[in-house]
């Protein structure tokens, strides 16, 4: 039986979890602003790869904290480890090309249809059923974004279809992450992300390189500060309260996205996609708890990487 001081105490977790939530959706959201600035000069290939190299080193840094990474490289799943990383880098690739041309809260926005798309991914790759409750939400959530690019709204281009693309791939990326969790260990899952990701981000970006003046390397500099502090107070928040308690509060992302949107670039997101951007929420929202009551007496997933 909990005891009131116990109680207490884990609520004094959950709150500090979800505060820790916020402070990590407010680093990356300012990690896309200067992205975004970035990419109008750069090639999102060169920016990607420098962003990853800080991502890489700093997740094997952890890992070999643990163990020799060595012992991490032991996958019983190494095919859907190694697709697991492509399918991350894919995402970014992806996000940073859309950030060329899309408004930052509207490509929010349509990014966060990556919930619905997980539970349409679930069923072919995990065998999970999904019932007439989640169709509805998945099929509203789809309705909320065709708001958004409707005519008069953001027109449909390659941006927004960059930004579905971004979408896409990381739900795949949670697909598979989701597989591989029941048979590797969470170490294993980082080292071959990194390994992946810095591998093929370098290929590419350096057939893309162009020299930085000492401005743009700071604004790098803050791209890669705000990449490793994102992530290791996402693992802080995950430490301190399940990942199904925080997801709901990943959300903020869009009314952070707005804002920067409209104070760093000056352009403010219009009444119409503000409601289609409320319909993807609340359609996501209602996955959540769908899923939440179907996992109910049943092991929960592990803690799943917030968006990159």
Same mark, same amino acid.
């Given at each position: 039986?909990?005891?009131?001081?116990?109680?207490?105490?884990?609520?004094?977790?959950?709150?500090?979890?979800?505060?820790?939530?916020?402070t990590?959706?407010?680093?990356?959201?300012?990690?896309?602003?200067?992205?975004?600035?970035?990419?109008?000069?750069?090639?999102?290939?060169?920016?990607?790869?420098?962003?990853?190299?800080?991502?890489?080193l700093?997740?094997?840094w952890l890992?070999?904290?643990?163990?020799?990474?060595?012992?991490?490289?032991?996958?019983?799943?190494t095919?859907?480890?190694?697709?697991?990383?492509?399918?991350?880098?894919?995402?970014?690739?992806?996000?940073?090309l859309?950030?060329q041309?899309?408004?930052?809260?509207?490509?929010?926005?349509?990014t966060?249809?990556?919930?619905l798309?997980?539970?349409?991914?679930?069923?072919? =790759?995990?065998?999970?059923?999904? &019932? /007439?409750?989640?169709?509805?939400? *998945? @099929?509203?959530?789809? +309705?909320? $974004?065709? =708001?958004?690019?409707?005519?008069? &709204? /953001?027109p449909?281009?390659?941006? *927004? @279809?960059?930004?579905? +693309?971004? $979408?896409?791939?990381?739900?795949?990326?949670i697909? /598979?992450t989701?597989?591989?969790?029941?048979?590797?260990?969470? +170490?294993?899952?980082?080292v071959?992300?990194?390994?992946?990701?810095?591998?093929?981000?370098?290929?590419?970006?350096?057939?893309?390189?162009?020299?930085?003046?000492?401005?743009?390397?700071?604004?790098?500099?803050?791209?890669?500060?705000?990449?490793?502090?994102?992530?290791?107070?996402?693992?802080?928040?995950?430490?301190?309260?399940?990942?199904?308690?925080?997801?709901?509060?990943?959300?903020?992302?869009?009314?952070?996205a707005?804002?920067?949107?409209?104070?760093?670039?000056?352009?403010?997101?219009?009444?119409?996609?503000?409601?289609?951007?409320?319909?993807?929420?609340?359609?996501?929202?209602?996955v959540?708890?769908?899923?939440?009551?179907?996992?109910v007496?049943?092991?929960?997933?592990?803690?799943?990487?917030?968006?990159?």
């Amino acid at each position: 039986m909990t005891t009131p001081v116990s109680a207490a105490s884990s609520r004094d977790m959950v709150g500090q979890a979800i505060g820790l939530t916020l402070t990590t959706i407010i680093t990356f959201g300012v990690q896309d602003a200067v992205s975004k600035i970035l990419v109008a000069s750069y090639s999102p290939f060169q920016i990607t790869m420098m962003r990853y190299w800080a991502f890489a080193l700093f997740a094997l840094w952890l890992v070999s904290r643990q163990a020799p990474i060595r012992h991490a490289l032991r996958s019983k799943a190494t095919g859907w480890q190694v697709l697991r990383g492509l399918l991350l880098m894919a995402d970014i690739w992806f996000f940073a090309l859309a950030l060329q041309t899309m408004p930052l809260g509207e490509m929010q926005a349509i990014t966060l249809v990556y919930p619905l798309l997980v539970t349409l991914f679930a069923v072919p =790759i995990l065998g999970e059923k999904v &019932g /007439v409750f989640r169709i509805a939400a *998945v @099929l509203a959530g789809f +309705a909320g $974004a065709m =708001i958004i690019v409707r005519p008069g &709204g /953001v027109p449909l281009s390659w941006g *927004v @279809l960059f930004t579905l +693309a971004s $979408a896409a791939f990381y739900a795949l990326y949670i697909v /598979v992450t989701r597989k591989v969790s029941q048979i590797d260990s969470t +170490a294993t899952s980082m080292v071959y992300a990194s390994i992946v990701g810095l591998v093929l981000s370098s290929v590419v970006g350096f057939s893309f390189w162009q020299p930085m003046g000492w401005n743009d390397l700071a604004l790098v500099g803050v791209v890669m500060v705000t990449t490793c502090a994102g992530h290791g107070v996402m693992m802080l928040a995950l430490s301190k309260a399940p990942a199904s308690v925080l997801q709901p509060f990943n959300y903020f992302s869009l009314p952070w996205a707005i804002a920067l949107s409209y104070f760093v670039f000056g352009h403010l997101i219009d009444p119409m996609s503000m409601v289609g951007a409320a319909v993807v929420v609340a359609a996501g929202l209602v996955v959540m708890a769908r899923e939440r009551m179907k996992r109910v007496g049943v092991a929960a997933d592990p803690p799943l990487p917030g968006k990159e």
